[in-house]
């Protein structure tokens, strides 16, 4: 299956089949979404203006905004419901994270995840493959709690996301400090857009970091 970075937190998933998911497509955040991108479905974890641009995917696609359980032409979508802070969604409302099982991997969106580590949502989100992770704090979790989860979920791989970068205007942290949580060896700095992943591939007992680069 493959992994294409379209910045932020958004991410199209494209299984061996072709069916295709985008991730929380946003609308001008100092960068816009790439043109021309279709999906067979685009998934929402909460609906603010960096999440919710599903009018800018093409392909007249089945969207998904809540928690549940969802088979997309042989892909499985589990979406569970979280929150977007620390205080049971009283500050910023409530959050989905999905879960996509493509080509025998599992991989886990966290979408705007605000909340802390608990057993109960482990127990929900395991097993996790590729995590996709947002790490910039002041609206979600930030590197040390995003280092909790990936400690307890132990993926394979760990694709950090919703971080600032030159070219964006949100206010959040930039993901060297989530990198440096991890040990150097750990840590791939990739400067790619696009993964390509196999059950096969993901023999590594340390989880990677995998840092990808919005290139369009």
Same mark, same amino acid.
């Given at each position: ?5 379209l ?24 960068y ?10 685009v ?52 959050n989905v ?5 493509? @080509? ?5 969106? #966290?979408?705007?995840?605000? /909340?802390n580590?608990s057993? $109960?949502?482990?127990e929900?989100? !395991? ?32 694709i ?27 840590? @791939? ?5 696009? #993964?390509?992943?196999?059950? /096969?591939?993901?023999?590594? $007992?340390?989880?990677?970091?995998? !840092?990808?680069e919005?290139?369009q």
């Amino acid at each position: 299956m493959k992994i294409q970075y379209l910045g932020h937190s958004c991410f199209k998933l494209t299984e061996s089949t072709g069916t295709s998911v985008v991730t929380d497509p946003y609308q001008k955040i100092g960068y816009e979404l790439p043109k021309d991108i279709t999906a067979t479905a685009v998934t929402v974890s909460h609906d603010h203006f960096d999440h919710n641009n599903i009018g800018a995917i093409g392909g007249n696609p089945t969207i998904l905004r809540k928690d549940g359980f969802f088979d997309l032409g042989g892909v499985e979508i589990t979406g569970i419901k979280s929150y977007h802070d620390e205080e049971g969604g009283a500050l910023r409302g409530e959050n989905v994270i999905y879960k996509f099982r493509m @080509d025998g991997l599992d991989i886990c969106h #966290l979408g705007d995840l605000g /909340e802390n580590f608990s057993a $109960e949502l482990l127990e929900l989100l !395991l097993p996790v493959n590729i995590l996709l992770i947002p790490v910039g704090g002041k609206y979600t979790i930030d590197s040390e709690r995003a280092k909790e989860y990936v400690d307890q979920l132990m993926p394979e791989i760990v694709i950090p996301m919703h971080y600032k970068t030159k070219s964006s205007d949100i206010d959040i942290e930039k993901a060297q400090g989530f990198l440096d949580e991890f040990d150097e060896e750990d840590v @791939d700095v990739c400067h790619k857009d696009e #993964l390509e992943f196999s059950r /096969e591939d993901l023999t590594e $007992e340390k989880t990677k970091v995998i !840092l990808m680069e919005r290139t369009q």
